[in-house]
C-alpha cells in the first residue's frame, strides 16, 4: 500500500476494536469502534473533527492511532506504512516523534511536584532535537508559537499556573519533536469556555504556520465548525456522517448529526448519578442492536433500520450512514428531497 505515501500523512482503514463487556454472569463482545475509514492529507495541513456525544468510540480510536490499544481488525498508515505492524524500536524513534497526543487533562499531563518546564528539557533531551548549548533557545521558541516563553514558565510549578497555560505547555511539549500530526483528545473539555477558542485558534496557527496537522476530537460542535477542515460523525462505533465541516455542520444529513447539532452540548463532569446510569444502560443497548444504533433514538426510523446495517451512502459531498440516503431503500425521488432536508419525522421506535 505505498500509493498511500504520496496520497495521505494517515490512513485509516476499516479500524476496528472489539472490548467485552459483563451481562450479568455472561461476558458479551462488543466492537467500540466497527470498520471506521478516514484520512489526512499529505500535500496540505488539514484539521480533522471527530465529534459524538460520549461513549461513541472517539478516545478508542485515538488510542490505537497513537499505539496505546491494539486493534482487533483494520490498519492504521502513516506515511505509506502500517504502523501496527512496526517494531518499539521504530515505534520510538520515527513514529512518536511525527504523531503527538495532546490529552483532555491538562494538570494530569504533569506531576503537581514537578516544575513544568523540567518536562520540556527532558523531552528535548530524549529526542535529541538539538545540542545542549541550544536547548533554552529551542524550547523558548516551542513556547512562543503557544503564547508563552522559557522565562515565564520557568521554575512554574503546574499549581501556580491556570488550566489554559498548562494545556499550552502541553502543546509546546508535544511541538518540540517537529510532529506532523497532532492527535487532541477533547483538549478544551476542562478548560473554561473563554479560554477554549485560544486553544483551538492555536491549532488553527500551527496547521498554518508549521504545516501541522490536527485530530481534533471534541463533542463541541461550535469548536469543531469553527476551527476544522472536515469532521467524522461518530454515534456507538460507527462514523454515521463525514465530509467538509460546512457541509455537514450546516446542513447535517444524518438524523443523529441534526439531533447533535440542536442539542446543546453537555459536559459529562455535570452529569447526575441517575442520568449517567441511564446513559451507559442505552449505551450498552445501542451498542449491542441490531441494525441501525441509532433506531430506537431516530424520528425517521423505518423497518429496515431495526434489522439492517446502512451502507455509507455517498450524497451531496459527503458519506452518510443511513437509509434514508438508499436508492434502493427509499427512490432516487425520496433521496433527493432528504438531501434537500425534508425529513419524514415518524414516531421513534421503542
Ligand atoms: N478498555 C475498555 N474495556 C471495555 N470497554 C471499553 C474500554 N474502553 C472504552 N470502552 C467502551 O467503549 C465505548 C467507547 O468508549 P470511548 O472510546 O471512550 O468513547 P468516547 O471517547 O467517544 O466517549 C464505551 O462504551 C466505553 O465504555
Ligand atoms: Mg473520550
Known sequence: MSQNATENLLQVKDLTKIFNIRQGLSTKHFTAVDRANFSIHADRPEILTIAGESGSGKTTIARMILGLEDPSAGAIYYKGRDVTKINKKERRSWFMREVQPIFQDPFATFSPLKRVDSYLYETARNYRMVKRDRVDAYIDEALHSVGLSLQEVKGRYPNELSGGQVQRISIARALLTKPSLLVADEPVSMLDASLRMSIVNLFMRLKEERGV???????????????????AVMLRGWIVEAGPVEDVLARPLHPYTKILKESVPQADPDRKWEETATLATLETEEYLRAGCKFASRCPATMDVCKTTVPDNYAVAGRTVKCFLYDEKTVGAESVARHVQGEIPLMPAMT
Open 213 to 231: 496537522s490536527v485530530i481534533y476530537i471534541t463533542h463541541d460542535l461550535a469548536t469543531a465548525y469553527y476551527a476544522a477542515d472536515r469532521i
